[in-house]
């Protein structure tokens, strides 16, 4: 083989929609040299970059004199194997982004950089033969070395370096000091007997659970694609957990998304205590060296299970065995910022690439899933009733118009909450909204507290005593008085702040927990809420969306819905769904276990037909109505859109730009595509930036993307691309 004629084509994290051809330098063997693998490149004027090879090839574009040798190979094998490079590259192409900036996401942090990393080392601290704080009385160690070994000896088994660091977060160089003195040892995995917590609790399986797991098992070895569409508390994830029983026995690996980092400590916890094997963790809450380790041994096959958020995705597997999204209609799925892809569109995807099988669970399926569901792509399994002796909710619509209030509460409602406390059991309050008031307003001018970057109004958070948009996340001092004509401030709105001050006032002697973003901001501090909810410690738990995707509270038999109102007049056409999705969830959380459960909806619209179709009829029937809507209108799933969304501090340049770019896709697409706009987004002001979007639809996939390579490279060259920020979203989920 001559080195002249072979190049590497590789990527490269840069804007560019291209690859980049090199040539390999004089030490480097092409026979060592294979796809996957990243490369020290020289790139632009003055810096180096790394690279991913994606192919060697024989011909180039461009001339041989003209191409740079690479700096030197990074990699002894490739980081992405084949199968996972071609995933990629389908993204890369399906979503038309960049292939560098797609693979750069995939990757660990540590792997991004232009070094090689050596591999981490799993080792575990345990104690020695002075393993006791008595022993080591004659020599001088601190407190926080005493509570390390206490840890230790309490503990009974060795620890691994990551997790005793978490408890410990400055035990570094105490373990290095204890280590010299002889108390702590240092072990490799390989040396170390980890007991293991493996309790497999003795649960009979309903008739639907087996019906479901049998259909799964008899085609475990191909690709199928099912919809595991079962109530709240009908089993779905004792389904999930035979299943991967049988895989992990055949010597596969498991992959389960979760729509949040939330729900990820209870869910590992409940494994651990099944399955006596090694779990992989991938979310956003993990240190880089941990993202690395975990990523390295399910690479390897040492994880036999991976859990993890929307990015877990990109996990490479060694024996893929069976992958599965738990809440698949969830909205966290779809990344809403650069590369905006659906972890549940490419998990299906990767099942038929690496020809497993995926599952797809949910009790308010997406309408995108059950219209697949209808066309025969996925297999339907319903759970249609509750796991054990749990029993569905009642219903109650609470018309409070004109009703006694204290505060966002009906007086109606603070009297059922008394009646399910006298009983010794928990209540469960929602409203999707944090702090306390909604906004400020003068009742004698019209003045409100508005952002100035997003023009929308800001929160009262009496707690800290300030304004915040929770939109762009600034804040400032809290102003009591109008600035124009010095009257006090009227604060109008409610969150979940002031549902608490209500509650502390009339339940002076019940313990209360608000769960939002505001109070779960500390590292586990969500994950010791929801242990103080299951062991009893509290008897009125607050909160929003966060407290609504899949937690298991057996002792809550009274959930209130605060403001059900707010989505049923959206002009986003997803509204109905999103507002049907949450009310079930919501709903979902009481009479899981052996009391029966109460939903009380607050509601200025009692009469709406959405409440009465949801409660007499269920979500699925709900669903049906909404996609004979989306049918007669020709919207998604019975049509295919694309956002094209451009942003600037000048709204005239975000209005130049955008109306050129779509009279060029009139004309590179012949007017085959139907556009909308340009029209301003929901939110048209977000920090500082003026924000359209230009929505285009097609009748069939095929044609929204025929032209869509053309276009973005016309895009890039256009006047004025430069001083605006532009993005296309395939298969938008948020028109906001």
């Known amino acids: 083989m ?14 560019l929609r291209r690859t980049f051809d090199y040539l390999p330098n004089k030490e480097t063997e092409l026979k060592i040299l294979k796809p ?22 024989s011909k180039s574009e461009y001339p041989y004199h003209k191409l740079k040798k690479i700096n030197y190979v990074i990699d002894e094998s490739p980081v992405i194997d084949s199968k996972h490079l071609d995933l990629l590259i389908w993204a890369s ?45 004659s020599i001088k160690i601190s407190a926080i070395q ?139 809450g993990l240190s880089n060296i941990e993202r690395l380790k975990h990523w390295q041994d399910s690479k390897s096959g ?103 209030m204290h505060g966002p509460l009906s007086y109606i409602l603070i009297e059922e909450i008394k009646k399910h406390l006298k009983e010794k059991n928990q209540v469960l309050l929602f409203l999707n909204r944090r702090g306390y008031s909604t906004y400020l307003y003068c009742h004698n001018c019209g003045w409100k507290a508005e952002c100035e970057r997003c023009e929308i109004p800001f929160t009262y958070h009496k707690s800290k005593n300030n304004l915040k948009c929770h939109q762009c996340g600034s804040s400032k001092k809290n102003i009591k008085c109008c600035p124009l004509c010095e009257l006090e401030l009227l604060r109008l709105g409610h969150g979940t702040e002031q549902i608490e001050e209500v509650l502390s006032k009339q339940f002076p002697n019940s313990n209360i927990a608000r769960i939002d973003r505001d109070t779960t901001r500390k590292r586990n501090a969500m994950n010791n809420y929801l242990e103080k909810v299951n062991t009893g410690e509290i008897d009125i738990l607050v909160g929003t969306q966060m407290i609504t995707k899949g937690h298991h509270f057996p002792n809550v038999t009274l959930t209130a819905i605060i403001d059900a109102d707010r989505g049923l007049f959206s002009t986003d056409f997803r509204a109905s769904e999103r507002l049907a999705q949450l009310f079930m969830q919501v709903s979902g959380r009481t009479g899981r276990g052996k009391k029966e459960g109460t939903v009380i909806v607050q509601t200025y619209n009692p009469d709406h037909p959405l409440f009465h179709t949801l409660i007499k009829h269920g979500y699925n029937h709900l669903s049906k109505s909404l996609l004979k809507e989306r049918k007669s209108s020709l919207l998604p799933p019975y049509s295919h859109m694309a956002f094209l969304r451009v942003e600037a501090h000048n709204i005239n340049q ?71 920020r532009w993005s296309l979203d395939i298969d938008p989920q948020d028109m906001s």
């Open 302 to 404: 040492k994880a036999k299970i991976i859990l993890g958020t929307r990015s877990a995705i990109w996990t490479p597997l060694k024996n893929p065995g069976i992958y599965i999204i738990d809440e698949e209609h969830d909205l966290s799925y779809k990344q809403q910022s650069g590369f905006q892809y659906s972890a549940r569109d490419l998990l299906v995807v990767r099942a038929k690439k690496d020809n497993v099988s995926a599952i797809l669970g949910s009790a308010t399926p997406s309408l995108e899933t059950i219209f697949n569901a209808n066309k025969n792509r996925y297999s339907h399994l319903i759970l249609p009733k509750r796991a054990g002796v749990a029993r569905q909710p009642k219903f109650r619509l609470l018309d409070i118009r004109g009703k006694k």
């Open 654 to 724: 975000v209005k130049y730009f955008i109306k050129n770019a779509g009279m060029h896709l009139n004309k590179f697409s012949k007017n085959t595509l139907q556009l909308f706009g340009p029209i301003p987004a929901l939110i048209e002001k977000h920090s500082g930036r003026f924000r359209y979007q230009l929505i285009i639809q097609a009748s069939n996939r095929k044609n929204l993307h025929a032209h869509m390579d053309k276009w973005l490279q016309k895009l890039e060259t256009m006047k004025g691309s430069k001083t605006v």
């Open 2 to 15: 001559k080195t002249k004629k072979d190049f590497l084509r590789v990527a490269v994290h840069t804007p």
């Open 146 to 284: 005493k509570e390390i070994i206490k840890h230790l000896k309490e503990t009974g088994e060795p620890i691994n370096d990551l997790e005793l660091k978490k408890i410990f977060p400055s035990a570094k160089r105490s373990l290095i000091s204890l280590e010299k003195n002889g108390l702590v040892r240092k072990e490799t995995k390989g040396n170390v007997k980890i007991k293991k917590n493996n309790t497999k609790e003795n649960i009979t399986l309903n008739e639907y659970q087996d019906t479901a797991i049998n259909k799964i098992l008899a085609s475990i070895n191909s690709n199928c694609v099912y919809l595991l569409d079962g109530l709240t508390g009908s089993g779905k994830t004792e389904v999930y957990m035979t299943v991967m029983e049988n895989v992990i026995e055949s010597g596969n690996q498991c992959l389960v998304l979760l729509p949040e980092i939330g729900l990820t400590p209870q869910l590992i916890q409940r494994f651990k205590n099944r399955f006596d094997v090694q779990i992989g963790i991938q979310h956003s």
């Open 36 to 57: 996957g693998i990243r490369v020290s490149i020289p790139f632009g004027k003055q810096r180096n970059a790394s690279g991913v090879i994606i192919s060697i090839n």
């Open 93 to 137: 192409t399906y979503y038309h982004h960049p292939i560098g900036e797609v693979i750069h996401n995939a990757l660990p942090t540590l792997l991004r950089k232009n070094d090689n990393t050596n591999k981490y080392e799993d080792f575990f601290w345990s104690l020695s033969e002075k393993n006791s704080i008595s022993n080591a009385g």
